[in-house]
């Protein structure tokens, strides 16, 4: 991957490595009681190819805060956004605000767009056209570590 710091966001390319794939089970993990190892299937698996749609329009980027947690996105996991999604309400967004960069879930309505975070210490933001503001990409995964 190639990285590229960019405010609070840093953001990375994808490469594509041809043959590049990990392990997969097609069988699910139990999380309760364990199942026999014979029922696994094994196959190999893509993330670029589960994850990622439209290769030339997405880009990773780091999480950096606590604004989203209430969505699931904690500080340090990794993004994927895809810039060619049409923007829409109630979808994450990566924006560019005013020189910096966030992710909020977007709020659309016929005359107006509010950036709401997903944690209450955080304040809503309405967008004015006082705002140096452009949807940069839309998130359409999040990858944790555990």
Known sequence: ?????????TFFTPETID???GQFFDT???AGFPSPADDFKEHRLSLDEELVKNKEATFYAKVSGQSMIGAGLDDNDLLVIDRSLEPANNKIAVCFLDGEFTVKRLRVTKDEVWLQPENPDYPIINITEDNNFLIWGIVTNVIKKV
Request: proline share 0%; no cysteine; hydrophobic share 40%.
């Open 28 to 30: 699910g993990i139990s």
């Open 1 to 9: 991957m190639i990285a590229h710091k960019q405010g609070s966001l």
């Open 19 to 21: 043959g590049a794939s």
